[in-house]
């Protein structure tokens, strides 16, 4: 079964973002599911949250390929 899960970062100081990806991630490991995180415009939190998908080498997509004006989330698998 898969479920959807989001993480928003919105009002979150880029110190704190990293905290709460590793936790996201780790309390949800292993159970199949595609979760969204939402950063915003901001690219530093952007990359703050590539390079922690990148460290546990998750599969996202930056955004909405069909609107690629709407580039605020990251959509991962987990």
Do not use: C
């Not at 780790?26 to 939190?45: A, Q, V």
């Amino acid at each position: 079964m898969t479920e959807n899960l989001t993480l928003d970062l919105h009002q979150i100081r880029h110190e704190e973002a990293e905290i709460l990806v590793d936790r996201f991630i780790n309390e949800n490991w292993g159970r199949n599911l595609y979760f969204k995180i939402i950063t915003g415009n901001s690219e530093i939190m952007k990359n703050i949250v590539i390079e922690k998908l990148n460290f546990y080498e998750l599969e996202f997509s930056v955004g909405d390929k069909w609107n690629p004006n709407n580039s605020g989330y990251i959509t991962v698998l987990i």
